[in-house]
């Protein structure tokens, strides 16, 4: 993983939780800059894209660190939960 969002994936693939809430501000700070406007203003941002279209570079900082993104926009934070190949199958 390298790019703009590289310190996120770095933060969430070494903690042990599965289970990580942040703010948009903790994640500001991890990043060392603030969040596009489309991430505080649009759920999507953090949705990543649909297959088969390629990721964006925010969604691969969590998916490459085995991780699903889920905004609140209201309390300005992220929920992001660790998922495994195993679970991909369980929910087919």
């Known amino acids: 993983m ?3 969002y ?3 994936h770095k933060y969430l693939q070494d903690r042990f939780a599965d289970r990580i809430v942040l703010t948009f501000g903790e994640i500001e700070d ?3 800059f603030a969040l596009p406007e ?3 203003m649009q759920p999507q941002w953090w949705g990543g894209a649909d ?3 390629p990721r964006s570079a925010q969604a691969d900082a969590w998916a490459l660190a085995s991780r699903t993104a889920t905004v609140n926009m209201a309390s300005r934070s992220v929920v992001f939960e660790r998922h495994s190949p195993l679970d991909a199958r369980r929910a087919r």
Do not use: C, D, I, K
């Open 51 to 53: 297959p088969p279209a």
């Open 38 to 40: 489309a991430a505080r």
């Open 2 to 4: 390298t790019g703009e």
């Open 30 to 32: 991890l990043l060392g």
């Open 6 to 8: 590289q310190a996120l």
